[in-house]
């Protein structure tokens, strides 16, 4: 399709002040399809700006098919100056909105006329990081649901008492509480790392607590003060 919209603005405020008087016809014939036109000011603003073209090569991609311009794809970039942080849950509503947005202005003007072959999307590290931060914590949860789960049937199966296995089952329960506190009380980060390891604890903490349950509960003992010593 041809040249307009937002795109050729950095080379229209170049003609404008190269030729403040005659640049409006030549930028109207451009509008129309003056392909050659197009290529001269382009030059021009590339000899005067190469790193401007630099970055323009980076930007987008265009070929020339049946002397008009066709499009591959272009990129903006915005950089944003404020410096907070957030929650992954408020980052991800974010996101959302940049999504909306762009897609309401996929769906006006020139970009609604070929919306069938032309989509964009918006792509930043930290958005990716945020869905990164959801997908850990979705999953350490489940994880260690389904590891304190098994835990409690299997200590209740082994001991053979229900008040047993539940009070060993809740004694791994606070000890993977502990290390989870321990994670912001030190400063850390939440990783992949963290995540696994996390997961892991209640693994790693049955197997003493399995053992002192049995013991509780085979003790020759009656009475639970003797039992506990």
């Known amino acids: 399709y041809q040249v307009q919209g937002c795109f050729p603005r950095d080379i229209q405020r170049f003609m404008k002040q190269n030729n403040p008087s005659g640049w409006k016809a030549k930028w109207n014939s451009i509008l129309a399809g003056n392909v050659t036109e197009f290529q001269k000011q382009y030059s021009l603003l590339a000899a005067q700006n190469p790193q401007w073209a630099q970055e323009l090569e980076l930007f987008t991609y265009a070929e020339n098919v049946n002397d008009r311009i066709l499009w591959r794809f272009l990129r903006a970039q915005v950089t944003l100056t404020s410096n907070s942080n957030m929650e992954h849950a408020d980052g991800l509503k974010l996101a959302q ?56 049937v299997v200590l209740v199966l082994v001991t053979g008492n229900i008040i047993i296995g539940v009070f060993a089952a809740f004694t791994i329960t606070m000890i993977v509480l502990w290390v989870m506190a321990m994670i912001p009380t030190c400063g850390w980060e939440l990783g992949i790392v963290e995540n696994i390891v996390l997961v892991m604890v209640p693994g790693l903490s049955v197997d003493f607590t399995a053992h002192l349950a049995e013991a509780y509960n085979q003790a020759k003992y009656e009475d639970r003060e003797h039992r506990i010593v």
Do not use: H, P
């Open 97 to 152: 909105k940049w999504e909306d947005w762009i897609s309401t202005e996929l769906g006006q003007g020139s970009c609604a006329s070929v919306s069938n072959t032309f989509y964009g999307f918006v792509s930043a590290k930290d958005f990716a990081q945020f869905r990164v931060v959801e997908t850990l914590l979705s999953e350490m949860r489940q994880g260690i649901a389904v590891s304190l789960t098994v835990a409690l």
